[in-house]
């Protein structure tokens, strides 16, 4: 006899049981179909392909990380396949970052993204691009068009969406028309001015200054905004001058007098929005080490760009080797890329090796103007606007046309971003950007990579325009450096530090910073060079204006100062250079704790309080103490400052408030201290501390439990890490697909090992060292790197996010792995 499913059941039991089943048959179908789909998109590693376009064979070679080495014989064949590996592991992300950076998102997503187009086109970053293109060298032009081949060559034996990635599947849900477009040499050039928008200097400040101007008077905005700590904080390059129209290192500066600076009534801007994701703690740190503090006697060179997190990481690793170095394919570089872009953006060859931080100087100037119909005031005269119109398809709805307005100093940007509040007459702003003149930063990639010397790294480092970043150089022959690139504008008047009347001409940029005059250094006596958006060089000593905004110096002092101890105890290795990369001592904590102690203080919060006596700085993932000192220092930033400034303008934490609150602890009764909401009394200094010790605790009792001792910095100070597309869908399924964690990590914003937070929102970290690398010129072969996520940009792929778990411990892989994979492509 056969026994039934489920007959031993009572009715109600079994009508369960069979539900269950067909839901459970279902859940596995669906799983099925899922795996399938994902697998799909999964890149081939091994084997053969035809490729066609190649002039001879190349082969890619892959580790177990999924990090390629790629092998050709020409040079076109060498991009064209980096182009190919770009798209098998990361063409959604290609797509979506051409689409943001030409102002089409919406072609993708709908009306959604009409707002962050609108804004993309009025600064016509794609347009931009469009006249980059035709003044690049030949064989950048040739190059860029080789990449283009190879991503087009995938794309073409990829055509159906769950072939390429799991993201296009999911867009068919929505958007079952959108079929990408073959990719394009502008396509590649564009991206560089989103990284230009990333690290566009110092507008988030003048537009915040404009911002605390509205509830504040000038001279109280100016005390948030201290001079840089000269005599504290060294610059990074501390000697030299101008003479004969050179930078010349052995030169003292001849006398100067003080800059003037804008004094005049400045309007507000309510924001403006960082599209690809900027946040609290973009930065850097680099530096470099002469050979004779080496056990090698060869330099070191450590870098670590802080940037968003982002889902993949912005980085992916490879190598680029021509089988034979020749004139006609001088290639043989190792380093990290950008998925979309031909090159090697930061890494070393057989000879030399370089990093990047940013330079961070004053490239962008908010120009408040009077405009009256089609024409704007300038000098007493009516100039005509020019006008544009940009049209943006929509997904699922209909096109929206935008008229871009644009005067002498660029577009009007308050038409699309944000509002201007009238002042000295002036109704609409405009945006004056570096990034938005024509430039030839595509062609420094291409020329750094092939450099062999130093001489030839500072040529390839005069085309690099923008973003403007802190280069820092080693080779095998011993010579370490420093040069500063850029594209830096030169005003007429004024500091760039708020906005100005454009209609008066007298703050308009009249020429920019010669390359030889800007500040350079080759093998200094000490011995290394530090980079950590520090400010570059004292005044007192240059006069051409950099900027006034620099970061204030405590990552890279701490940086300088261990690098001292190190090598004052003896011969340092890669392994000191990781080290100091993991340094997470916070450099307020030696000024702020001490008044902390001193404040009388009872109950629960006087035993949380107790965790900072004998604590060392440190921000260790385990540490009660860090978790206390950063909870206290979030509470003390807003008692102190909420109250005086608007919404924008509030303090997110950092170095700059280091500054400012380390300045009004020494003045108990400045206004500052008061909280304005209460009427009738007026707080001092000890009132605030007091306030932010109880609010810390509180805080951290409700979020961790009341047990101090148990307390750990990892448990609130948390990394997600959001894919940058579907990752903030506001679908919580989807964003499970493609998103990961949260974890703890240690550090903090401006530690060394930088994962910065903004104090208005929580510990989540905004912010990281996005990738990490030690070059030891003894042997380039054996340097190390890390990087944020891993290779692949397909989810559930094993290399997707392999490498983070050893990111968040500091550990470091080498640059040259033994492969697992190989795969040929051939004509």
């Known amino acids: 006899?056969?026994?039934?499913?489920?007959?031993?059941?009572?009715?109600?039991?079994?009508?369960?049981?069979?539900?269950?089943?067909?839901?459970?048959?279902?859940?596995?179908?669906?799983?099925?179909?899922?795996?399938?789909?994902?697998?799909?998109?999964?890149?081939?590693?091994?084997?053969?392909?035809?490729?066609?376009?190649?002039?001879?064979?190349?082969?890619?070679?892959?580790?177990?990380?999924?990090?390629?080495?790629?092998?050709?014989?020409?040079?076109?064949?060498?991009?064209?396949?980096?182009?190919?590996?770009?798209?098998?592991?990361?063409?959604?992300?290609?797509?979506?970052?051409?689409?943001?950076?030409?102002?089409?998102?919406?072609?993708?997503?709908?009306?959604?993204?009409?707002?962050?187009?609108?804004?993309?086109?009025?600064?016509?970053?794609?347009?931009?691009?469009?006249?980059?293109?035709?003044?690049?060298?030949e064989p950048t032009r040739r190059y860029l068009d080789s990449y283009a081949k190879g991503v087009n060559a995938w794309l073409a034996a990829n055509p159906d969406a769950s072939e390429r990635s799991l993201e296009y599947s999911i867009l068919k849900l929505q958007n079952g028309s959108y079929t990408p477009e073959p990719w394009t040499a502008l396509d590649s050039i564009s991206w560089l001015k989103a990284m230009a928008w990333d690290l566009r200097s110092n507008m988030d400040e003048e537009i915040d200054r404009a911002l605390a101007a509205t509830k504040l008077p000038r001279q109280r905005v100016e005390q948030l905004y201290p001079d840089y700590p000269f005599d504290e904080h060294s610059p990074i390059v501390t000697q030299g001058a101008i003479r004969r129209g050179r930078f010349e290192a052995s030169a003292e500066p001849a006398p100067t007098g003080t800059p003037a600076l804008f004094q005049s009534a400045a309007g507000t801007l309510d924001r403006i929005p960082s599209t690809l994701g900027s946040g609290e703690g973009i930065g850097s740190n680099s530096w470099v080490v002469s050979g004779e503090h080496t056990k090698s006697g060869k330099p070191l060179l450590a870098n670590d760009p802080h940037l968003s997190p982002a889902m993949p990481s912005v980085w992916y690793q490879a190598g680029l080797h021509c089988?034979?170095?020749?004139?006609?394919?001088?290639?043989?570089?190792?380093?990290?890329?950008?998925?979309?872009?031909?090159?090697?953006?930061?890494?070393?060859?057989?000879?030399?090796?370089?990093?990047?931080?940013?330079?961070?100087?004053?490239?962008?100037?908010?120009?408040?103007?009077?405009?009256k119909g089609d024409t704007y005031r300038y000098k007493d005269q009516w100039a005509r606007l020019t006008a544009r119109q940009e049209t943006i398809k929509v997904a699922g709805g209909d096109p929206v046309t935008i008229t871009v307005r644009t005067t002498r100093h660029g577009p009007l940007i308050n038409d699309?971003?944000?509002?201007?509040?009238?002042?000295?007459?002036?109704?609409?702003?405009?945006?004056?950007?570096?990034?938005?003149?024509?430039?030839?930063?595509?062609?420094?990639?291409?020329?750094?990579?092939?450099?062999?010397?130093?001489?030839?790294?500072?040529?390839?480092?005069?085309?690099?325009e923008v973003p403007a970043q802190n280069l820092i150089y080693a080779d095998t022959d011993g010579t370490i450096g420093y040069q500063a690139p850029g594209r830096i504008p030169v005003r007429a008047k004024g500091d760039g530090t708020w906005p100005v009347p454009g209609w008066t001409g007298e703050y308009d940029w009249v020429s920019t910073i010669p390359f030889d005059e800007l500040p350079s250094v080759r093998d200094p006596d000490v011995g290394y060079i530090v980079t950590a958006n520090n400010a570059v060089i004292d005044p007192r000593r240059y006069e051409p204006l950099l900027t006034r905004d620099w970061s204030y110096g405590y990552r890279s002092q701490r940086i300088l100062d261990r690098l001292q101890q190190e090598t004052n105890n003896g011969k340092i290795d890669a392994a000191t250079m990781a080290a100091v990369q993991r340094d997470t001592r916070n450099g307020f904590a030696q000024t702020l704790v001490?008044?902390?102690?001193?404040?009388?203080?009872?109950?629960?919060?006087?035993?949380?309080?107790?965790?900072?006596?004998?604590?060392?700085?440190?921000?260790?993932?385990?540490?009660?103490?860090?978790?206390?000192?950063?909870?206290?220092?979030?509470?003390?930033?807003?008692?102190?400052?909420?109250?005086?400034?608007?919404?924008?303008?509030?303090?997110?934490?950092?170095?700059?408030?280091?500054?400012?609150?380390?300045?009004?602890?020494?003045?108990?009764?400045?206004?500052?201290?008061?909280?304005?909401?209460?009427?009738?009394?007026?707080?001092?200094?000890?009132?605030?501390?007091?306030?932010?010790?109880?609010?810390?605790?509180?805080?951290?009792?409700?979020?961790?439990?009341?047990?101090?001792?148990?307390?750990?910095?990892?448990?609130?100070?948390?990394?997600?890490?959001?894919?940058?597309?579907?990752?903030?869908?506001?679908?919580?399924?989807i964003e499970a697909l493609f998103n990961r964690g949260p974890f703890g990590v240690p550090g903090s914003k401006d530690a060394v090992d930088a994962t910065g937070w903004n104090a208005q929102k929580g510990y989540e970290v905004t912010a990281v060292p996005s990738m990490r690398m030690v070059v030891d010129l003894s042997d380039p072969s054996k340097s190390q790197w890390i990087n944020l996520t891993g290779a692949s940009g397909h989810a559930f792929n094993d290399n997707y996010w392999d490498q983070a778990p050893l990111w968040t411990k500091g550990d470091l892989l080498p640059m040259q792995s033994e492969p697992v994979h190989t795969l040929r492509l051939h004509p």
């Not at 020329?447 to 500072?458: G, I, L």
């Open 594 to 733: 001490p008044e902390l102690l001193k404040i009388d203080l009872a109950g629960p919060a006087a035993q949380a309080r107790d965790l900072l006596k004998g604590w060392d700085g440190a921000q260790d993932m385990d540490s009660a103490p860090a978790a206390y000192f950063n909870a206290v220092w979030r509470h003390l930033l807003k008692l102190t400052f909420d109250d005086d400034l608007p919404a924008g303008a509030r303090p997110g934490g950092g170095d700059r408030w280091y500054e400012v609150v380390g300045r009004l602890l020494d003045t108990p009764d400045d206004p500052f201290w008061d909280d304005i909401t209460t009427e009738r009394v007026k707080e001092t200094r000890d009132d605030i501390l007091r306030q932010a010790l109880a609010s810390g605790y509180q805080e951290l009792a409700d979020r961790l439990g009341p047990d101090v001792k148990a307390w750990r910095w990892g448990d609130v100070h948390q990394l997600k890490l959001t894919n940058g597309s579907l990752g903030t869908s506001g679908v919580a399924p």
């Open 323 to 371: 089988r034979r170095l020749s004139d006609a394919c001088p290639y043989d570089v190792t380093g990290f890329t950008f998925s979309g872009l031909p090159g090697v953006v930061i890494g070393h060859t057989g000879k030399i090796a370089w990093g990047f931080t940013n330079l961070g100087p004053d490239v962008a100037d908010l120009f408040l103007e009077q405009v």
């Open 1 to 137: 006899m056969r026994l039934r499913p489920y007959a031993w059941m009572p009715w109600p039991l079994r009508w369960l049981a069979r539900v269950l089943t067909v839901l459970l048959v279902l859940a596995l179908v669906l799983a099925g179909v899922l795996v399938y789909t994902v697998r799909r998109s999964f890149p081939q590693m091994d084997g053969q392909l035809r490729l066609p376009g190649l002039s001879g064979n190349v082969d890619i070679k892959r580790d177990q990380w999924g990090i390629p080495q790629i092998y050709a014989d020409t040079a076109e064949d060498l991009f064209m396949a980096q182009g190919y590996v770009h798209a098998q592991d990361r063409f959604w992300e290609m797509d979506f970052r051409r689409h943001v950076t030409a102002g089409r998102l919406s072609e993708m997503f709908g009306k959604a993204t009409v707002d962050d187009d609108k804004a993309i086109r009025t600064m016509g970053w794609r347009r931009v691009a469009e006249q980059e293109l035709p003044q690049l060298a």
């Open 416 to 464: 699309v971003i944000g509002d201007v509040k009238p002042s000295d007459g002036a109704n609409a702003v405009a945006l004056q950007w570096t990034a938005l003149t024509p430039g030839r930063t595509a062609d420094a990639i291409f020329e750094m990579n092939r450099a062999t010397s130093w001489q030839e790294f500072r040529q390839a480092a005069a085309s690099f």
